[in-house]
């Protein structure tokens, strides 16, 4: 037996995995153990964790492989602080005294590290490092379904490549074509992200969820900032950007662009503008990413697509590549951005580097993203009691039956089952649960159980068999990450009034016969639910569509605002006893909050930081 350890940390979304003869046992985030949003620390809790579950200790470990090249990655600081000179001096000196403390000696760093797992463990001679872009199209092509592929990775920055594309075939993976930084898709996203008020590495979903309520009036100048080639190949005019060199990723040059200073989330609401703002960057990605796509199905004729890196989380963007039919797959890597690194530097390691054979799942690799932790029913009875928690126990179907009984009548639900999702997704192992057929629940789940902005999303869950008769769509869409339209039959179109109305006026119109799960411009974020995946949240939503007739749920992250998803039965508790949620339903224990002692109630709004 032969045992690989990823690790992917310093810089955002730390997280760990484990492979065993090249099999993916667990993964994890990092900030579900330390409960900060995405923890960039050294990731203790979750190499702890994909250990223990491997039943492995740190020193039968054969290798252990890093997701990137620290010495790379400094000379791209030195290389762009001496293009830009003396531009940059403070950006670059606040840089330093980490790296030289820390970052540039990262072997020794990382064995000092490792050592506090297991006394036992005595020689780095087993630490290696990858290539950050070569993790990300490993992550996104070795668990694809796919013999053969192009791999398209596209994100912030990792080294020097910001976007790439591979040739995946059998167990080989070549990096052909690299954009290096500063021109980068995913930080002229982020640089909107900046600009529209939001958090940079966190609001770039906000972004996107905003962008159908303007229009693209802004396109034109959107592409005053990046010359885009008829093959999708981009510059950005450093000019209008500061990430550069700067502590910011716009300047008074963007500002004066567009017409407004950036909007201060403390003291400015979100306005017409910046919707439009939203909706043009939307369109500008989405074109690119579509040029890119075509150049390279025409260059090199394979009929596979894979995606990864931070870019392919845009499930927006995603869904008009698929529309598109471009390709005739498309398979994108659940956990896209940085976490997935530590994933994919442990199979290039297993494959690339070590020769090993590769047998191709026609599913995926990824057993539905359900890597992370899992607490048996006597754990979570015992952590539930010493916590004061009032509960009834009961058998399965009664259990499935009360479940989808309490959604249908428009309660909001607390889901935590089985292993914890990898990937920013919660995908019904740790999830909050609704009735998609109200036209209350999204502004209700919204305002009162998630704390977040109005015009924010939620996503159906709906059975694989019944997808394409509710949406304009027909392939598996496992990790909610494609966009498609609802059915034109399940719609209710807007009258010549409501028609008029604009940016956050439409939130209100029903659109559609699920209308908490139908964006402002009739799309939603679909998760196609499997018996042999996640045969328990399947059989909710099956019990639900008996009763309903519709078999469609609403699936949102089981969280609040700012906080990560839950991990343990305690987080699960205190995010209820915190919020209006209604019931938990947590292994086979169902917790009614009108029957919880309302000492135990949480401050929970102010608990975690606004992301």
Not at 36 to 50: L, M, S, T
Not at 68 to 89: C, D, I, S
Not at 290 to 309: H, T
Request: hydrophobic fraction near 35%; charged fraction near 25%; glycine fraction near 6%.
């Amino acid at each position: 037996m032969s045992s690989i350890l990823g690790i992917s940390a310093f810089y955002h979304d730390s997280a760990a995995c484990i492979l065993k003869d090249g099999k993916i046992i667990a993964a994890a985030q990092e900030e579900r153990f330390t409960r900060k949003k995405h923890d960039p620390n050294y990731p203790k809790n979750a190499i702890d964790f994909v250990l223990e579950y491997a039943n492995l200790k740190l020193s039968e470990v054969n290798q252990i492989v890093f997701f990137e090249k620290p010495f790379l990655k400094f000379e791209r600081l030195l290389e762009t602080y001496v293009a830009f000179a003396p531009k940059g001096f403070i950006s670059f000196s606040k840089a330093m005294p980490l790296w030289i403390k820390e970052k540039l000696f990262q072997k020794n760093f990382l064995f000092n590290k490792l050592k506090e797992h297991d006394q036992n463990y005595k020689s780095d001679e087993n630490i290696f490092f990858s290539d950050h872009h070569l993790s990300h199209a490993s992550s996104a092509f070795f668990p694809s379904p796919y013999d053969e592929a192009v791999v398209l990775t596209a994100d912030g920055v990792g080294e020097w490549a910001t976007t790439t594309v591979a040739i995946g075939r059998k167990n080989n993976l070549e990096i052909k074509k690299e954009i290096h930084f500063p021109h980068s898709l995913g930080l002229l996203y982020s640089a909107f992200t900046y600009y529209t008020g939001f958090k940079v590495n966190s609001g770039e979903y906000k972004l996107m969820g905003l962008a159908p309520y303007g229009s693209p009036i802004y396109e034109d100048k959107v592409k005053q900032l990046v010359d885009i080639k008829e093959d999708g190949t981009f510059r950005l005019d450093q000019n209008f950007f500061n990430y550069a060199t700067g502590l910011t990723m716009t300047n008074e040059k963007f500002d004066k662009l567009f017409g407004q200073k950036r909007r201060d989330p403390k003291h400015e609401k979100i306005s017409q503008f910046h919707m439009d703002i939203a909706a043009s960057i939307q369109k500008v990605t989405e074109e690119i990413m579509i040029n890119l796509a075509k150049s390279i199905r025409n260059e090199y004729g394979i009929k596979n697509l894979c995606l990864a890196g931070g870019v392919a989380l845009n499930c927006v963007a995603n869904g008009k590549l698929l529309k598109e039919k471009i390709f005739e797959n498309i398979w994108i890597q659940p956990a896209a951005g940085d976490a997935g690194g530590s994933l994919g530097a442990a199979l290039a390691l297993w494959y690339i580097d070590q020769g090993n054979e590769r047998l191709v799942n026609s599913t995926d690799d990824m057993k539905g993203s359900y890597l992370g932790k899992e607490f048996n029913q006597e754990e979570i009875e015992k952590e539930l009691k010493s916590l004061g928690a009032k509960f009834d126990t009961l058998n399965y179907e009664d259990l499935i039956d009360k479940t989808a009984e309490f959604i249908s009548n428009e309660k909001a639900i607390g889901w935590f089952q089985g292993r914890m999702e990898f990937g920013p997704r919660a995908l019904g192992g740790r999830s909050i649960l609704g009735d998609p057929r109200s036209d209350k629940m999204q502004k209700n789940l919204n305002l009162k159980v998630k704390y977040r902005e109005s015009f924010r999303p939620f996503a159906p869950s709906v059975l694989r068999e019944d997808l394409s008769e509710w949406f304009d769509i027909n392939v598996d869409s496992p990790y909610m990450l494609l966009v498609a339209n609802i059915n034109s039959n399940k719609k209710i179109e807007m009258n010549e009034d409501q028609k008029k109305l604009f940016g956050i006026e439409k939130l209100n119109i029903k659109r559609s016969q699920i209308p908490a799960v139908t964006h402002v411009d009739y799309s939603a974020r679909v998760q196609t639910v499997s018996k042999n995946i996640n045969s328990r949240y399947y059989d909710l939503i099956r019990k639900f569509k008996d009763k309903t007739g519709c078999p469609v749920i609403v699936n949102t992250s089981f969280n609040v605002r700012g906080e990560p998803i839950v991990n343990t039965p305690t987080d699960a508790f205190n995010c209820f006893m915190g919020t209006e949620l209604d019931y938990l339903i947590i292994g086979n224990c169902v917790l009614d909050k009108l029957k919880q002692d309302l000492s135990l109630k949480k401050d929970y709004k102010n608990e975690f930081e606004l992301d």
